[in-house]
């Protein structure tokens, strides 16, 4: 049975912290609809009505072409183990780049990662749980070192040019705000 609240109580915030993966989504209002997983440990918990998490860089960046024109973003957590459930958290959002003064802010509350491209804020406005019942059990075996050994490789004049040439404009030719 689905449930809903107005912000993430404390045993839904131990559950987001227990959780290796989330899947982000969001939409212009015309275009491609995106859908990304997210991993290392790159989310949290701000407040009970607020989340960050650390946008690394990838082979596109349509999250935040997205953002730009229209803020809505739904984040979701499948419980992979134990007792099943989806979690889904619904809100507005805005990414950060690196000069940003609220960059600079929350970077701090997570460990330091090559490649961090943006930081998503989102304003959490409803939390629905549902029940789960068809998710597979999949078990946890280890984080994968690729993007950040990747990233140590590159060093920073050169993530910044990938940004340049491979981040800056969406799928559908939208413009993503990472370059200046």
């Known amino acids: 049975m689905a449930k ?3 912000s993430i109580p404390s045993a839904i915030q131990t559950f987001i912290s227990n959780q290796k993966i989330f899947f982000v989504a969001t939409a212009r209002s015309e275009g491609t609809i995106n859908l990304s997983p997210k991993g290392m440990d790159s989310f949290r918990i701000i407040d009970s009505n607020r989340i960050v ?6 082979s596109g960046n349509e999250t935040a072409a997205h953002l730009l024109e229209n803020d809505r973003m739904t984040i979701m957590f499948c419980s992979f183990e134990g007792k099943p459930m989806i979690l889904r958290l619904y809100g507005h959002a805005k990414a950060y780049h690196d000069g940003e003064v609220e960059f600079q802010k929350y970077i ?3 460990p330091p990662i090559k490649g961090a491209r943006q930081i998503i804020e989102m304003q959490v406005d409803l939390v629905q749980t549902s029940c789960g019942y068809a998710v597979p059990f999949m078990d946890f075996k280890e984080e994968r070192t690729q993007l950040k050994s ?4 590159q060093g920073e004049d050169r993530i910044k040019n990938y940004w340049k040439e491979r981040n800056s404009v969406s799928l559908d030719g939208y413009e993503t705000g990472i370059v200046d």
């Open 4 to 6: 809903k609240f107005d």
């Open 150 to 153: 990747w990233a140590e490789k």
């Open 53 to 58: 998490w650390l946008n690394l860089t990838g």
């Open 108 to 110: 701090e509350v997570f």
